[in-house]
């Protein structure tokens, strides 16, 4: 898969493990920046992110700011681009698997890199499993949040 990193000066600092931890997976990483601890706007890099999976450029995203809360809260406005922090493996997976999430978001000053090096597979190696025999009750679920991003 090819997975769209970005981050603001709050997630710099982490973003190198980050994208260690993808290429280690055996993913292509898209670096759409910051490249510097110079202090930018996280929504920036959310659109960047974000616009790399509606494009089709990613199949999934990870974005880093201070806290991660809000890359996730700037990524959820854009259609198609379900984003969540996850600071523990069990949620970035299950967000994957149930909830359809395709971009992780991660606070660089609340988290450490040995536990991106742990969350980054647990997020990638899940898949959706909406699709899947006995997946209706999820898929349902994932139909009625794509709704609410029409209304």
Do not use: W
């Not at 992110?49 to 959820?76: P, T, Y």
């Not at 681009?81 to 997976?93: G, M």
């Not at 992780?104 to 890199?113: K, S, Y």
């Amino acid at each position: 898969m090819k997975i769209a990193v970005g981050c603001d000066h709050g997630g710099f600092p982490l973003k190198q493990v980050v994208i260690e931890s993808v290429q280690a997976a055996g993913h292509e990483v898209v670096d759409v920046g910051t490249f510097s601890a110079d202090a930018v706007d996280f929504p920036d890099f959310a659109k960047k992110v974000g616009g790399k999976i509606q494009s089709g450029e990613a199949e999934r995203g990870v974005l880093i700011c201070g806290s991660g809360i809000g890359a996730a809260i700037a990524a959820n406005k854009m259609k198609g681009v379900y984003a969540s922090i996850c600071h523990d493996t069990y949620s970035a997976a299950q967000g994957v698997m149930h909830d359809a999430m395709n971009v992780l978001c991660l606070g660089g000053r609340v988290i450490g890199p040995e536990l991106v090096k742990v969350l980054i597979p647990a997020f990638l190696n899940a898949r959706y499993l909406g699709n899947d025999v006995g997946g209706e009750r999820l898929a349902r679920r994932v139909e009625k949040i794509k709704m609410l991003e029409e209304n």
